[in-house]
């Protein structure tokens, strides 16, 4: 049983990512993973706020790092955007690096301010690290209830579960989430698009170069015959799947590529309940894909 | 005549970045321009951004639209052959952009991640609807009905937020708290 402090961060916190969070919980719990959410978790600010500005950032991060460091607990987060925020605080707060030293002391005054301290002692993960990391070799497998046999699945990271790079998975040609996915049973469609960019949220303020992204993406993963994307991160997800049908009207294409989240696909192969992990709130839809796995689970 | 040194002033700005002392070693081999995913896009490529802060072009920099194109794929800075934090400098020029006040204008998205920004302070989490609706009102109150179609599908699969609670007053109050003291710095 291992027990981790839980920072669902804004999108998957009843927002656009709902789906993810219902499954991460629903995975933890089958391999016995405790997942303690954060209390009173704050926003890490994400690109919008490190536009703005960077102590706010590492303040805001240094917040929720300093609100779980007694427990002594590591703190993982399934949103990639989020990981690479409050990674970076922490990074900068442990003083990793001689040129961030004179950062600490600034934000221990503005911690004060409000009762907090944080001296460095949380490490900072993605879900996806978790998941692939702290399982023992073979009890995943173990567990797999029903093979995703025949499912051709086409791993997408995004950037930033990869880049900056960490050391966990190679930045530009990571094999994590190929493994994972394999040893779910599922048919792993490399392609190259594998971390290419989804947009982030450019598609919101500047549409068009972003559906030239999303396009290029699942082109990619189409080519090499996928029937459905696997993402880790809340906006890539949003990206791919709320613009599909916009970029067959815009580029005249045909895409039906559900894009679920790779803990959805470990619920399914788990045996788990298919309510608990949110499959209907994917806008394409991906009950034909799955359904042939869901009917075995239950014997239908 | 003297020689003027303004060459050294923004330049020197941006040293002050602990993540950017290495700009001066940009030797323009155009790799984080080659990288970047949209920079077909952006009137100023990075590479060209490097260049012009370094020829102390500070107002067309900070004025520059294409800071705000940046996704922060961070394939610049993993690629660059110098080791230089590409992204982080597009992110120090946004912050020095926004904080002048010469954010351009001929792009939205400094106003969503103005929106995003206050929403962060008043609320302490996001709200994706609340802020796309601020937004929306905000940029292109006359277009905002064209967002409804998938405003609406999203709630009908339930992915349209609310329902989950926000944080507590004390939490939200030290946020406010945390943030102020962070503004008042002065420091970008």
Known sequence: MKTYNYFPGCSCSGGTARAYHRSILAVAAALDLTLREVPDWNCCGSSPYSSYDEMGMVALSARNLALVEAGGLDLVTPCSSCFVTLNWANIVLQKKLKKHESVK????????????????????????????????????AACVSTPLRGLRAAPYYGCQVVRPDTGLDHPENPLNLDRLLDGLGAEVADFSHKTACCGSSLLLSREDPGLELVKAILESAQAEGARCLVTVCPLCQSNLDLYQSKVNRRYGTHFNLPVLFFTQLMGIALG????????????????????????????? | MPETNRSAAFIDEMINFPSLRKIRLCMQCGTCTGSCPVAQH???????????????????VLGSPALWQCVSCYKCSERCPRGIKVADIIYALKRLSLRSGQ??????????????????????????????????????????????????????????????????????????????????????
């Not at chain 2, 990075?46 to 370094?54: D, E, S, W, Y």
Request: with cysteine; charged share 25%.
């Open chain 2, 103 to 188: 954010a351009s204008r001929r792009t939205p998205t400094p106003e969503l991640y103005r929106q995003f920004v206050n929403n962060v302070y008043r609320h302490g989490r996001v709200s994706e609807f609340g802020l796309m609706a601020a937004y929306y009102l905000k940029t292109r109150p006359f277009k905002a009905w064209r967002a409804l179609p998938l405003a609406w599908r999203l709630w009908v699969h339930g992915r349209s937020g609310s329902g989950r609670s926000g944080l507590s007053p004390q939490g939200r109050r030290q946020v406010q708290v945390l943030l102020d003291r962070a503004r008042s710095l002065k420091r970008t």
């Open chain 2, 42 to 60: 952006m009137e100023h490529t990075p590479a060209q951004l490097i260049a012009m802060v370094r020829a102390d072009l500070r107002e067309e």
């Open chain 1, 105 to 140: 002391p600034v934000i221990d005054e503005i911690l004060a301010a409000v009762d907090l301290k944080y001296d460095g002692g949380v490490a900072v993960r993605h879900i996806l690290d978790v998941m692939v990391n702290d399982i023992e070799p073979g009890r995943l």
């Open chain 1, 272 to 300: 788990l309940d298919p309510r608990d992990l949110g499959l209907d709130a994917c806008l394409v839809p991906a009950t034909e894909i799955l359904s042939a796995y869901i009917k075995e689970q239950h014997g239908k």
